[in-house]
Protein backbone atom coordinates (compact mmCIF):
# COMPACT_ATOMS: atom_id res chain seq x y z
CA UNK A 1 0.00 0.00 0.00
CA UNK A 2 1.09 3.64 -0.70
CA UNK A 3 1.67 5.37 2.38
CA UNK A 4 0.05 8.75 2.65
CA UNK A 5 2.27 11.86 1.08
CA UNK A 6 2.42 14.69 2.42
CA UNK A 7 -0.13 17.91 1.07
CA UNK A 8 0.68 18.95 -2.22
CA UNK A 9 1.61 23.17 -2.30
CA UNK A 10 -0.31 25.74 -4.22
CA UNK A 11 1.69 26.16 -7.05
CA UNK A 12 1.45 21.95 -7.26
CA UNK A 13 -2.04 21.76 -6.95
CA UNK A 14 -2.69 24.48 -9.70
CA UNK A 15 -1.16 21.83 -12.51
CA UNK A 16 -2.42 18.79 -10.65
CA UNK A 17 -5.48 19.16 -8.30
CA UNK A 18 -9.11 17.59 -9.18
CA UNK A 19 -8.64 15.16 -11.91
CA UNK A 20 -8.59 11.49 -11.56
CA UNK A 21 -9.08 7.83 -12.81
CA UNK A 22 -13.01 7.92 -11.10
CA UNK A 23 -13.95 10.70 -13.61
CA UNK A 24 -13.70 8.55 -16.17
CA UNK A 25 -16.34 6.57 -14.55
CA UNK A 26 -19.13 8.00 -16.36
CA UNK A 27 -20.37 7.91 -20.11
CA UNK A 28 -21.77 11.27 -21.18
CA UNK A 29 -24.17 11.19 -23.88
CA UNK A 30 -22.24 13.29 -26.69
CA UNK A 31 -18.11 12.17 -26.77
CA UNK A 32 -16.08 14.15 -24.98
CA UNK A 33 -13.55 16.76 -26.17
CA UNK A 34 -9.85 15.15 -24.96
CA UNK A 35 -7.50 17.98 -25.54
CA UNK A 36 -4.90 15.91 -23.79
CA UNK A 37 -1.38 15.13 -25.92
CA UNK A 38 -1.00 12.44 -23.95
CA UNK A 39 -2.09 9.33 -21.88
CA UNK A 40 -0.87 7.65 -18.70
CA UNK A 41 -0.85 3.71 -18.37
CA UNK A 42 1.56 1.66 -16.39
CA UNK A 43 5.02 1.15 -17.56
CA UNK A 44 4.34 -2.58 -18.73
CA UNK A 45 1.02 -1.56 -20.56
CA UNK A 46 3.07 1.62 -22.38
CA UNK A 47 5.52 -0.76 -23.60
CA UNK A 48 3.13 -3.14 -25.22
CA UNK A 49 1.90 -0.19 -26.87
CA UNK A 50 4.90 1.17 -28.34
CA UNK A 51 5.53 -2.24 -29.49
CA UNK A 52 2.34 -2.64 -31.27
CA UNK A 53 1.30 -5.27 -29.26
CA UNK A 54 -1.91 -3.73 -27.68
CA UNK A 55 -3.75 -0.66 -28.91
CA UNK A 56 -3.64 2.39 -27.05
CA UNK A 57 -3.58 6.43 -27.41
CA UNK A 58 0.07 7.11 -26.68
CA UNK A 59 0.46 10.72 -28.39
CA UNK A 60 -1.92 12.59 -30.12
CA UNK A 61 -0.24 13.25 -33.14
CA UNK A 62 -0.62 9.14 -33.58
CA UNK A 63 -4.13 8.92 -32.20
CA UNK A 64 -7.09 11.33 -30.07
CA UNK A 65 -10.08 9.48 -28.49
CA UNK A 66 -12.27 12.28 -29.99
CA UNK A 67 -10.95 11.96 -33.23
CA UNK A 68 -10.88 8.52 -33.08
CA UNK A 69 -14.77 8.87 -32.00
CA UNK A 70 -15.01 10.75 -35.60
CA UNK A 71 -12.66 7.89 -37.53
CA UNK A 72 -15.32 5.28 -36.47
CA UNK A 73 -18.36 7.21 -37.41
CA UNK A 74 -17.29 8.41 -40.65
CA UNK A 75 -15.57 4.51 -41.09
CA UNK A 76 -18.90 3.47 -40.72
CA UNK A 77 -21.10 5.50 -43.02
CA UNK A 78 -18.62 5.10 -45.55
CA UNK A 79 -18.71 1.25 -44.96
CA UNK A 80 -14.80 1.53 -45.16
CA UNK A 81 -12.79 -1.18 -42.42
CA UNK A 82 -10.95 2.43 -41.18
CA UNK A 83 -10.37 6.05 -41.75
CA UNK A 84 -7.85 8.56 -40.53
CA UNK A 85 -8.64 12.26 -39.65
CA UNK A 86 -5.85 14.90 -40.60
CA UNK A 87 -6.21 18.92 -39.97
CA UNK A 88 -7.66 19.67 -43.32
CA UNK A 89 -8.70 18.35 -46.34
CA UNK A 90 -5.62 18.93 -48.27
CA UNK A 91 -3.71 17.18 -45.09
CA UNK A 92 -5.80 14.28 -45.65
CA UNK A 93 -5.29 14.36 -50.23
CA UNK A 94 -1.20 14.24 -49.10
CA UNK A 95 -1.41 11.66 -46.72
CA UNK A 96 -3.40 9.48 -49.01
CA UNK A 97 -0.77 9.94 -52.07
CA UNK A 98 2.03 9.40 -49.85
CA UNK A 99 0.14 6.37 -48.16
CA UNK A 100 1.08 3.99 -51.35
CA UNK A 101 4.86 4.68 -51.19
CA UNK A 102 4.50 6.62 -53.82
CA UNK A 103 7.99 7.69 -55.29
CA UNK A 104 9.83 9.33 -58.21
CA UNK A 105 9.10 7.89 -61.41
CA UNK A 106 5.74 6.62 -60.64
CA UNK A 107 2.50 7.81 -62.35
CA UNK A 108 -0.45 9.68 -60.84
CA UNK A 109 -3.35 9.80 -63.38
CA UNK A 110 -5.42 12.47 -62.32
CA UNK A 111 -8.94 13.95 -63.51
CA UNK A 112 -8.57 17.66 -65.08
CA UNK A 113 -11.21 19.05 -63.19
CA UNK A 114 -10.42 18.52 -59.58
CA UNK A 115 -10.27 20.84 -56.77
CA UNK A 116 -7.32 23.38 -57.71
CA UNK A 117 -5.27 22.85 -54.99
CA UNK A 118 -5.29 18.99 -55.36
CA UNK A 119 -4.34 20.14 -58.65
CA UNK A 120 -1.58 22.33 -57.92
CA UNK A 121 -0.28 20.10 -55.07
CA UNK A 122 0.23 17.30 -57.69
CA UNK A 123 1.22 19.32 -60.21
CA UNK A 124 3.71 20.94 -58.53
CA UNK A 125 5.01 19.77 -54.80
CA UNK A 126 4.76 16.48 -56.61
CA UNK A 127 5.91 17.03 -59.72
CA UNK A 128 9.24 18.55 -58.23
CA UNK A 129 9.62 15.09 -56.56
CA UNK A 130 9.66 13.03 -60.16
CA UNK A 131 5.91 12.13 -59.68
CA UNK A 132 4.83 11.97 -63.08
CA UNK A 133 1.00 13.57 -63.54
CA UNK A 134 -1.27 12.77 -66.00
CA UNK A 135 -4.27 14.74 -66.28
CA UNK A 136 -7.10 13.62 -68.33
CA UNK A 137 -10.53 14.75 -69.19
CA UNK A 138 -12.77 11.80 -67.05
CA UNK A 139 -15.77 11.83 -69.22
CA UNK A 140 -13.93 10.31 -72.26
CA UNK A 141 -14.27 7.14 -70.79
CA UNK A 142 -12.57 5.59 -73.47
CA UNK A 143 -9.63 7.21 -73.60
CA UNK A 144 -9.10 7.50 -70.24
CA UNK A 145 -9.12 3.35 -69.72
CA UNK A 146 -6.45 3.98 -72.89
CA UNK A 147 -4.37 6.43 -71.01
CA UNK A 148 -4.57 4.15 -67.57
CA UNK A 149 -3.77 1.21 -69.11
CA UNK A 150 -0.74 2.85 -71.34
CA UNK A 151 0.94 4.72 -68.49
CA UNK A 152 0.33 1.79 -65.90
CA UNK A 153 0.15 4.71 -62.96
CA UNK A 154 0.32 3.83 -59.70
CA UNK A 155 -2.86 6.01 -58.61
CA UNK A 156 -5.73 6.89 -60.33
CA UNK A 157 -7.39 10.40 -58.51
CA UNK A 158 -11.04 11.81 -59.31
CA UNK A 159 -13.84 13.56 -57.61
CA UNK A 160 -17.53 12.16 -57.30
CA UNK A 161 -18.73 15.72 -58.79
CA UNK A 162 -16.26 17.43 -60.29
CA UNK A 163 -15.25 21.34 -58.99
CA UNK A 164 -16.96 23.40 -60.09
CA UNK A 165 -18.21 21.98 -63.67
CA UNK A 166 -20.03 19.27 -61.02
CA UNK A 167 -19.20 16.50 -63.73
CA UNK A 168 -20.35 13.24 -62.32
CA UNK A 169 -17.94 10.23 -62.68
CA UNK A 170 -18.32 6.63 -63.60
CA UNK A 171 -16.91 5.43 -60.27
CA UNK A 172 -17.10 1.85 -61.33
CA UNK A 173 -15.60 1.61 -64.55
CA UNK A 174 -12.76 3.78 -63.38
CA UNK A 175 -12.15 1.54 -60.30
CA UNK A 176 -12.36 -1.52 -63.15
CA UNK A 177 -10.10 -0.04 -65.33
CA UNK A 178 -7.38 1.11 -62.03
CA UNK A 179 -7.54 -2.31 -60.80
CA UNK A 180 -6.78 -3.89 -64.39
CA UNK A 181 -3.36 -1.87 -64.83
CA UNK A 182 -2.41 -2.42 -60.88
CA UNK A 183 -3.43 1.13 -60.07
CA UNK A 184 -5.24 1.97 -56.89
CA UNK A 185 -8.36 4.45 -57.23
CA UNK A 186 -8.71 7.24 -55.00
CA UNK A 187 -11.57 9.53 -54.80
CA UNK A 188 -12.56 12.53 -53.34
CA UNK A 189 -16.08 12.25 -52.38
CA UNK A 190 -16.44 16.08 -50.47
CA UNK A 191 -19.41 17.22 -52.74
CA UNK A 192 -21.52 13.96 -52.76
CA UNK A 193 -20.57 13.01 -48.90
CA UNK A 194 -21.39 9.25 -47.85
CA UNK A 195 -25.23 9.95 -47.59
CA UNK A 196 -25.04 10.28 -51.53
CA UNK A 197 -22.21 8.26 -52.72
CA UNK A 198 -19.76 5.53 -51.02
CA UNK A 199 -17.10 5.03 -53.40
CA UNK A 200 -15.80 1.82 -51.57
CA UNK A 201 -19.17 0.14 -52.25
CA UNK A 202 -18.61 1.00 -55.78
CA UNK A 203 -15.05 -0.25 -56.33
CA UNK A 204 -13.07 2.76 -54.96
CA UNK A 205 -9.69 2.24 -52.70
CA UNK A 206 -9.44 4.90 -50.94
CA UNK A 207 -12.54 8.13 -49.91
CA UNK A 208 -10.98 11.33 -48.97
CA UNK A 209 -13.42 14.33 -47.46
CA UNK A 210 -12.84 17.35 -47.02
CA UNK A 211 -14.75 17.74 -43.24
CA UNK A 212 -14.48 21.28 -43.69
CA UNK A 213 -17.46 21.58 -46.07
CA UNK A 214 -20.82 18.75 -45.39
CA UNK A 215 -19.37 16.65 -42.83
CA UNK A 216 -18.90 19.48 -40.63
CA UNK A 217 -21.48 21.83 -42.41
CA UNK A 218 -21.66 24.92 -40.46
CA UNK A 219 -18.14 26.69 -41.71
CA UNK A 220 -16.69 26.81 -38.48
CA UNK A 221 -14.30 23.90 -37.77
CA UNK A 222 -11.59 22.17 -40.24
CA UNK A 223 -10.85 18.71 -40.87
CA UNK A 224 -10.04 15.94 -43.43
CA UNK A 225 -10.68 12.00 -43.50
CA UNK A 226 -8.99 9.40 -45.43
CA UNK A 227 -11.42 6.42 -45.30
CA UNK A 228 -10.15 2.87 -46.82
CA UNK A 229 -9.27 -1.02 -45.68
CA UNK A 230 -7.47 -1.60 -42.14
CA UNK A 231 -4.20 -2.33 -44.22
CA UNK A 232 -4.23 0.75 -46.73
CA UNK A 233 -5.50 2.99 -43.08
CA UNK A 234 -2.47 1.51 -41.62
CA UNK A 235 -0.02 2.90 -44.34
CA UNK A 236 -2.27 6.27 -44.08
CA UNK A 237 -1.39 6.78 -40.39
CA UNK A 238 2.17 5.88 -40.43
CA UNK A 239 2.61 8.95 -42.86
CA UNK A 240 0.63 11.58 -40.31
CA UNK A 241 2.85 10.15 -37.80
CA UNK A 242 5.86 11.24 -39.45
CA UNK A 243 4.32 14.05 -41.75
CA UNK A 244 1.80 15.24 -38.99
CA UNK A 245 -1.20 17.49 -39.60
CA UNK A 246 -3.39 15.91 -37.09
CA UNK A 247 -7.20 16.63 -36.51
CA UNK A 248 -7.56 18.33 -33.65
CA UNK A 249 -9.80 17.41 -30.51
CA UNK A 250 -11.89 20.60 -30.86
CA UNK A 251 -12.24 20.35 -35.13
CA UNK A 252 -13.41 17.14 -34.53
CA UNK A 253 -15.93 17.65 -31.75
CA UNK A 254 -17.66 20.78 -33.96
CA UNK A 255 -17.58 17.98 -37.17
CA UNK A 256 -19.09 15.26 -34.98
CA UNK A 257 -21.83 17.62 -33.86
CA UNK A 258 -22.11 18.73 -37.70
CA UNK A 259 -22.50 15.13 -38.63
CA UNK A 260 -25.34 14.28 -37.01
CA UNK A 261 -27.34 16.73 -39.09
CA UNK A 262 -25.75 15.19 -42.26
CA UNK A 263 -28.76 13.45 -43.48
CA UNK A 264 -31.30 16.51 -42.45
CA UNK A 265 -28.75 19.35 -43.90
CA UNK A 266 -28.11 17.32 -47.27
CA UNK A 267 -31.76 16.53 -47.93
CA UNK A 268 -32.81 20.02 -47.47
CA UNK A 269 -29.88 21.65 -49.28
CA UNK A 270 -30.07 18.91 -52.46
CA UNK A 271 -33.86 19.81 -52.62
CA UNK A 272 -33.10 23.67 -52.37
CA UNK A 273 -30.67 23.04 -55.26
CA UNK A 274 -32.73 21.31 -57.71
CA UNK A 275 -35.69 24.15 -56.83
CA UNK A 276 -32.91 26.93 -57.60
CA UNK A 277 -31.46 25.19 -60.61
CA UNK A 278 -34.64 24.75 -62.28
CA UNK A 279 -35.16 28.28 -61.31
CA UNK A 280 -32.46 29.71 -62.61
CA UNK A 281 -32.92 27.82 -66.16
CA UNK A 282 -35.82 30.04 -66.76
CA UNK A 283 -34.16 33.18 -65.86
CA UNK A 284 -33.51 35.63 -68.73
CA UNK A 285 -30.20 36.86 -67.52
CA UNK A 286 -29.21 33.45 -67.13
CA UNK A 287 -27.31 31.29 -69.92
CA UNK A 288 -26.50 28.11 -69.02
CA UNK A 289 -27.20 26.28 -65.35
CA UNK A 290 -24.97 23.20 -64.50
CA UNK A 291 -26.54 20.53 -62.09
CA UNK A 292 -26.60 17.51 -62.14
CA UNK A 293 -30.04 16.67 -61.36
CA UNK A 294 -31.33 18.53 -64.17
CA UNK A 295 -32.05 16.74 -67.58
CA UNK A 296 -29.85 18.99 -69.57
CA UNK A 297 -27.02 17.81 -67.20
CA UNK A 298 -25.19 15.84 -69.53
CA UNK A 299 -24.28 12.98 -66.88
CA UNK A 300 -28.21 13.15 -65.60
CA UNK A 301 -28.54 9.52 -66.29
CA UNK A 302 -24.83 8.26 -64.62
CA UNK A 303 -26.02 10.71 -61.72
CA UNK A 304 -29.44 9.35 -61.19
CA UNK A 305 -27.98 5.57 -61.11
CA UNK A 306 -24.94 5.79 -59.32
CA UNK A 307 -26.44 9.01 -56.12
CA UNK A 308 -28.64 7.28 -53.43
CA UNK A 309 -32.02 8.96 -52.28
CA UNK A 310 -32.86 10.63 -55.69
CA UNK A 311 -30.64 13.58 -54.63
CA UNK A 312 -28.01 15.13 -56.97
CA UNK A 313 -26.35 16.85 -54.28
CA UNK A 314 -26.45 21.25 -53.63
CA UNK A 315 -23.69 22.33 -55.79
CA UNK A 316 -25.24 24.58 -58.95
CA UNK A 317 -23.08 26.47 -61.46
CA UNK A 318 -24.58 29.05 -63.91
CA UNK A 319 -23.17 31.27 -66.39
CA UNK A 320 -24.76 34.58 -66.51
CA UNK A 321 -25.35 35.43 -70.12
CA UNK A 322 -22.51 37.83 -71.33
CA UNK A 323 -21.57 38.06 -67.97
CA UNK A 324 -18.57 40.00 -67.56
CA UNK A 325 -16.35 40.09 -64.44
CA UNK A 326 -17.65 43.37 -63.77
CA UNK A 327 -21.22 42.18 -63.78
CA UNK A 328 -20.49 38.41 -61.87
CA UNK A 329 -18.90 41.31 -59.07
CA UNK A 330 -21.82 43.29 -59.00
CA UNK A 331 -24.27 40.33 -58.67
CA UNK A 332 -22.02 38.90 -55.52
CA UNK A 333 -21.85 42.52 -54.08
CA UNK A 334 -25.70 42.92 -54.04
CA UNK A 335 -26.71 38.98 -52.52
CA UNK A 336 -27.95 39.94 -49.32
CA UNK A 337 -28.50 36.57 -48.03
CA UNK A 338 -26.42 34.01 -49.88
CA UNK A 339 -23.05 35.18 -49.10
CA UNK A 340 -19.93 35.67 -51.40
CA UNK A 341 -17.91 33.10 -49.57
CA UNK A 342 -14.94 31.08 -50.24
CA UNK A 343 -16.34 27.65 -49.23
CA UNK A 344 -19.36 25.34 -49.98
CA UNK A 345 -21.12 22.78 -47.79
CA UNK A 346 -21.93 24.61 -45.10
CA UNK A 347 -25.99 25.26 -43.91
CA UNK A 348 -25.58 28.92 -45.35
CA UNK A 349 -26.00 29.40 -49.23
CA UNK A 350 -22.83 30.76 -50.82
CA UNK A 351 -22.14 31.82 -53.91
CA UNK A 352 -18.25 31.75 -55.73
CA UNK A 353 -16.70 33.28 -58.29
CA UNK A 354 -13.96 30.53 -60.06
CA UNK A 355 -12.29 33.03 -62.12
CA UNK A 356 -11.43 35.13 -59.70
CA UNK A 357 -10.58 32.66 -56.80
CA UNK A 358 -9.63 28.77 -57.58
CA UNK A 359 -8.92 29.50 -61.34
CA UNK A 360 -7.40 32.93 -61.61
CA UNK A 361 -4.10 32.08 -62.78
CA UNK A 362 -5.80 30.35 -65.90
CA UNK A 363 -5.97 33.07 -68.68
CA UNK A 364 -9.68 33.69 -70.08
CA UNK A 365 -9.24 31.67 -72.88
CA UNK A 366 -7.86 28.35 -71.22
CA UNK A 367 -10.89 28.89 -68.60
CA UNK A 368 -13.41 29.16 -71.66
CA UNK A 369 -11.98 26.26 -73.18
CA UNK A 370 -12.70 24.08 -69.81
CA UNK A 371 -15.91 25.52 -69.88
CA UNK A 372 -15.42 28.39 -67.01
CA UNK A 373 -16.73 31.36 -68.88
CA UNK A 374 -16.12 35.10 -67.23
CA UNK A 375 -20.03 34.94 -66.46
CA UNK A 376 -19.51 31.69 -64.33
CA UNK A 377 -20.64 31.24 -60.74
CA UNK A 378 -20.68 28.30 -58.17
CA UNK A 379 -23.48 28.17 -55.40
CA UNK A 380 -22.98 26.07 -52.77
CA UNK A 381 -27.06 26.15 -51.61
CA UNK A 382 -27.57 26.28 -48.15
CA UNK A 383 -30.43 25.25 -45.84
CA UNK A 384 -32.71 28.23 -46.13
CA UNK A 385 -35.89 28.92 -47.02
CA UNK A 386 -35.48 28.14 -51.06
CA UNK A 387 -37.75 31.16 -51.58
CA UNK A 388 -36.20 33.44 -49.74
CA UNK A 389 -32.81 32.07 -51.97
CA UNK A 390 -34.33 32.71 -55.05
CA UNK A 391 -35.39 36.01 -54.15
CA UNK A 392 -32.20 36.89 -53.34
CA UNK A 393 -30.74 35.53 -56.51
CA UNK A 394 -33.28 37.95 -58.38
CA UNK A 395 -33.16 40.90 -57.04
CA UNK A 396 -28.97 40.61 -57.22
CA UNK A 397 -29.64 40.16 -60.69
CA UNK A 398 -31.86 42.49 -61.49
CA UNK A 399 -29.42 45.13 -59.72
CA UNK A 400 -26.05 44.08 -61.60
CA UNK A 401 -28.05 43.67 -65.14
C1 LIG B 1 -12.25 22.02 -49.84
C2 LIG B 1 -11.88 20.82 -50.61
C3 LIG B 1 -10.65 20.17 -50.39
C4 LIG B 1 -9.63 20.69 -49.40
O1 LIG B 1 -10.15 20.71 -48.11
P1 LIG B 1 -9.60 21.71 -46.98
O2 LIG B 1 -10.34 21.25 -45.77
O3 LIG B 1 -9.93 23.10 -47.41
O4 LIG B 1 -8.13 21.49 -46.90
C5 LIG B 1 -10.37 19.04 -51.14
N1 LIG B 1 -11.24 18.58 -52.05
C6 LIG B 1 -12.43 19.17 -52.29
C7 LIG B 1 -13.34 18.59 -53.31
C8 LIG B 1 -12.79 20.31 -51.58
O5 LIG B 1 -13.96 20.90 -51.83
Redesign the pocket.
Known amino acids: MKTERPPWRFSTLTVRAGWHRRHLNVMPTTAPIVPAVTYLHPMSELDAIFAGEQEGFVYTRYGNPTVAVLEEAVAQLDKGEAAVGFA ?6 HAALLGVELQSGDTVVCSQD ?2 G ?2 YSLLSTVFGRLGIKVVFVEIEDLASVRAIISGKRPKIVWI ?1 TIS ?1 PLLRIADVPALAAAAHAAGAVLMV ?1 S ?2 ATPYLFRPLEHGADYV ?1 H ?4 YLGGHGDA ?3 LVVSSRTHCEAVRTVAKLAGGPLGPFDAWLILRGLKTLTLRMQRQCENALKLGRWLETHPRVAKVIYPGLLSHPHHSLAKSLLSEGLFGAMVACELKDGSREQVMRFMDNLDLCLAAT ?3 DVYTEVLYPPMSSHRWLSSEERQRIGIGDGFVRVSVGIEAVEDIIADFAQALEKSA
Do not use: H, P, R
Open positions: TGMAAVVYATENDTFISATKMGGTLG
